[in-house]
């Protein structure tokens, strides 16, 4: 059986890596790589990425091997590609949609400019009516100082246990 609380990231730089390193952390849960298998890096990489997500893209990904029975809040870490939620975590979500029944999703992404109002519009339209609305969103923006980026994940951390 899965731990009562998990962690899931999907990273293209490693900025996102870092931040769910931090929420499992302070929240003392697993945390799990969501692999791309689609190849992002250099020019070409970067607008493929772009393209794939305002398109809505579900990607190939490889298997987690994660159980998630029993699993009751599951973290999501993104980069925001294209002001949209990463092609792999959508695939990830589509995949996983019957096992996370009655699990809370919350999302932490980071990025360089996207408001929350749209990272949350985008969450909702797509995946709002299949597992509900997220337990708590931040956005960590890559150009915050140590100590806000700390108080937006100690904050978000507290809305979960709030949640």
């Not at 931090?22 to 929240?27: F, N, S, T, Y």
């Not at 070409?44 to 009751?72: D, N």
């Not at 809370?104 to 400019?113: E, K, N």
Request: charged letters at 20%; a positive charge.
């Amino acid at each position: 059986m899965a731990p009562a609380t998990l962690v899931f990231f999907v990273t293209r730089d490693g900025h996102s890596r870092e931040l769910a390193s931090r929420i499992g952390e302070r929240l003392k849960a697993p945390v799990h790589e969501i692999k791309d298998l689609v190849k992002r890096k250099g020019f070409i990489g970067y607008m493929r990425t772009g393209a794939q997500a305002s398109m809505k893209m579900a990607t190939p990904i490889a298997e987690t091997g994660v159980e998630l029975e029993g699993v009751k809040l599951v973290v999501l870490v993104q980069p925001v590609w294209a002001a949209s939620l990463c092609p792999p975590l959508r695939s990830w979500l589509i995949a996983n949609r019957d096992h996370l029944r009655g699990a809370r999703l919350a999302l932490l992404v980071s990025c360089q400019i996207s408001p929350p109002s749209r990272i949350q519009a985008k969450y909702d339209s797509e995946f709002g009516q299949a597992f509900g609305p997220l337990a708590a969103l931040a956005v960590v923006h890559q150009n915050l100082s140590e100590p806000e980026r700390s108080r937006i994940i100690n904050d978000f951390a507290a809305a979960l246990g709030n949640a």
